[in-house]
């Protein structure tokens, strides 16, 4: 016989009752089981019914006042498109009078937009957010094709929703992006702003002291986006290594490129400027003197660099320098500028005489002919001198005792053409266009290792096209 388990003994047990059970006492069993299940089921539909009308009334409370925010949405955008004052006023509420004045001139600014471009106001809602009381739309707008997003905030009072004064506490959840070295901080609102900004701020932070040879990483950075107009695009003066960026919905913003080229631009002219200053330990070039366009040429490259354009909106002089002798030539020159450093240092540093390097000279020599009304306003006399060779010293002094030279445009170099002058010694000639749409060649001779401005040289005719 083996072993029997005690639930193997109990089913017997039971088994043995319900055969013993007469058929009058099991119907009654299984009615009460019915009935107990019956009304387990009805307890059930009961607290089903109850919070289902509970949420629905829930839904339906907060479909009404999304919809009711909606409504306040179009009544203002077609106050605007009609030119209503009335009902647009109707809508803004503010215990601020400047507020109020404020949104007034808004109106009649959107009545001038109106006149002078396409607008389609067509009061189309991108995004929605309702907080109890307050609320939060993303308004898209249509100016000559191009869609924006406008964010106006709302406040639900007794008489309905009203558009209140921005409420930066309602600017979404704060999120952040990292990277090697470098943080990205901003609010929800501003997502497409920063995953359009994390790509450039990670080439360069991350990439720019391996271009430059730097003998440590860069400091650490933090980017946050701040919907405060007030900040720009700026260092924060308490918060060492901290870049604040105004948002660019606390005005009209695009909607296709959430990053403008002008925002881009000021945030990569500061970073280039920060990582430059700490792969040269600090050094500031001289006012005027080629270091300072050497220095300028580098930060204009690393702006480039960010923007992620090959340098064709940073330095053509720099990114064609990198072009023919790699981004090593680069890292040396950044090291070797010295405050005072002349041209001369790109023929030192690289072991090429400056008439042979493969450079684009334009920037070079547009930065040479606007050096002249410069000094010319700061009154050096003297520093004017020296940018002209010992043959055109009479042409230096025509332009100092000319009182009208400081304020004449300065022409646009066109191109520059290198070659041999009538007496051996190397001209560069740039070819410039002036305002009056004419062209001629300025002639520069290499003196001692720098360019310097000199008379016309019928060498220029062999040259020429």
Not at 1 to 16: F, N, T
Request: proline letters at 6%.
């Amino acid at each position: 016989m083996g072993v029997r388990l005690d639930w193997e003994i109990e089913d017997e047990r039971v088994a043995d009752r319900e055969l013993s059970e007469s058929p009058r006492a099991a119907r009654r069993r299984r009615t009460r089981r019915m009935h107990i299940l019956l009304a387990v089921l009805v307890v059930g539909g009961a607290v089903f019914a109850i919070v289902g009308g509970i949420l629905a009334r829930l839904w339906y409370v907060d479909f009404e006042i999304r919809r009711q925010l909606r409504d306040t949405v179009a009544a203002e955008t077609a106050a605007l498109r009609i030119g209503d004052i009335a009902a647009f006023l109707y809508v803004q509420r503010s215990e601020s009078d400047a507020w109020m004045l404020g949104q007034t001139n808004t109106f009649w600014q959107y009545q001038q937009l109106k006149q002078d471009h396409t607008v389609d106001l067509s009061g189309n809602i991108l995004d929605m957010a309702v907080d109890e009381s307050r609320g939060r739309v993303l308004v898209e707008e249509v100016i000559d094709g191009q869609r924006y997003r406008q964010v106006w905030f709302y406040w639900r009072y007794g008489d309905g929703w009203r558009h209140v004064p921005d409420d930066v506490t309602f600017w979404g959840e704060q999120e952040r992006q990292t990277g090697g070295n470098f943080a990205l901080e901003y609010g929800d609102l501003d997502k497409p702003m920063a995953d359009a900004l994390a790509p450039a701020i990670a080439r360069l932070w991350e990439g720019g002291c391996q271009w430059l040879a730097c003998s440590a990483p860069p400091p650490a950075l933090v980017v946050r986006i701040i919907p405060d107009p007030a900040v720009g695009v700026s260092w924060d003066p308490e918060v060492p290594g901290l870049l604040r960026i105004a948002s660019p919905l606390t005005g009209r913003a695009s909607e296709d490129f959430p990053l403008d080229m002008a925002t881009a631009r000021q945030v990569g002219t500061l970073l280039s400027a920060r990582l430059l200053q700490h792969a040269q330990g600090g050094m500031t070039p001289e006012t005027g003197t080629d270091a300072a366009f050497l220095h300028k040429a580098l930060q204009d490259w690393l702006i480039g660099r960010f923007l992620g354009d090959g340098g064709a909106l940073g330095s053509s002089f720099m990114e064609s320098l990198a072009r023919a002798y790699g981004e090593q030539a680069v890292s040396l020159l950044t090291h070797a500028l010295q405050p005072d450093s002349s041209i001369a240092l790109l023929a030192t540093t690289l072991g090429v005489p400056l008439d042979a390097l493969p450079v684009d000279w334009r920037e070079f020599f547009q930065w040479r002919l606007a050096l002249e009304p410069f000094l010319l306003n700061q009154g050096d006399h003297a520093g004017v001198s020296r940018l002209y060779d010992d043959l055109a010293q009479a042409e230096a002094a025509a332009l100092l005792s000319d009182p009208s030279a400081s304020a004449r445009p300065v022409p646009t170099v066109l191109r520059v053409m290198i070659g041999p002058g009538s007496d051996g010694a190397s001209r560069a000639w740039a070819v410039v266009q002036y305002p009056d749409g004419s062209e001629g060649p300025i002639t520069f001779r290499l003196v001692d290792g720098e360019w310097k401005r000199s008379i016309p040289d019928p060498a220029y005719a062999a040259v020429s096209p």
